[in-house]
């Protein structure tokens, strides 16, 4: 008789959120060229939105400035 291998300790619970787990599973699946082209578009989407919030702060300081010039004609 062989004995059978004793169970394998029980894992300690990940700390790694939901979203990144899913995002692994999703990309085992596909093949190499589809990986490749998740992470083109993955990077392209994080650098629009950084330009976008970039330009929204320019905007903002803008108005500032010219609220202080009427101030000052006043």
Do not use: D, G, L, R
Request: proline fraction near 12%; hydrophobic fraction near 5%.
């Amino acid at each position: 008789m062989i004995t059978p291998p004793p169970p394998p300790p029980p894992s300690p619970p990940s700390t790694t959120t939901a979203s990144s787990t899913t995002t692994t599973t999703t990309t085992t699946t596909t093949t190499a060229t589809q990986q490749k082209q998740q992470q083109q578009q993955q990077q392209q989407q994080q650098q629009q939105e950084e330009e976008e919030e970039e330009e929204e702060e320019e905007e903002e300081e803008e108005e500032e400035e010219e609220e202080e010039e009427e101030e000052e004609e006043e």
